[in-house]
């Protein structure tokens, strides 16, 4: 099984010792050969690093966490996927942003788990398979 970290479990090894355990905890289970990082991850990292201005001790811990995945881009195949998780969201009038489509998409292409504590908006995306690892 393959799985896919959403920024917001990746935020936690700039911030939160305790979650940054338990996943972690989840990575050695599943072998960190088995998890990757979309590029629409890397965006949605940078833009809450820049916004936030964190701290260069936490930059350089999320960079160091980032750097042992395979990063996966974002392609024409995760594409099509994300336009069809937004066509299906829209067509029954629940909508989740856009980062959060792409990302569903993308994991639906890559045939992942999406690992994530925005289960109660991407749980809303039919046949995503989705995990919290940070509960």
Known sequence: MKYL???????????????????????????????MVSTVTLYELHTKLIKAKVSPANVRALASAVGVFAVKNFNSGAALA??????????????????DQMLAGHAKF????LVTNNTRHLSKVHGLQIEDWTA
């Open 5 to 35: 970290l959403d920024a917001n479990v990746l935020m936690h090894f700039a911030n939160d010792d305790r979650k940054c355990a338990k996943i972690e905890k989840h990575i050695e289970r599943v072998g960190a050969v088995n998890v």
């Open 82 to 99: 994300a336009a069809k998780v937004r066509a299906e969201l829209e067509n029954i009038g629940d909508g989740i942003g856009h980062p």
């Open 110 to 113: 890559e045939k992942a788990v």
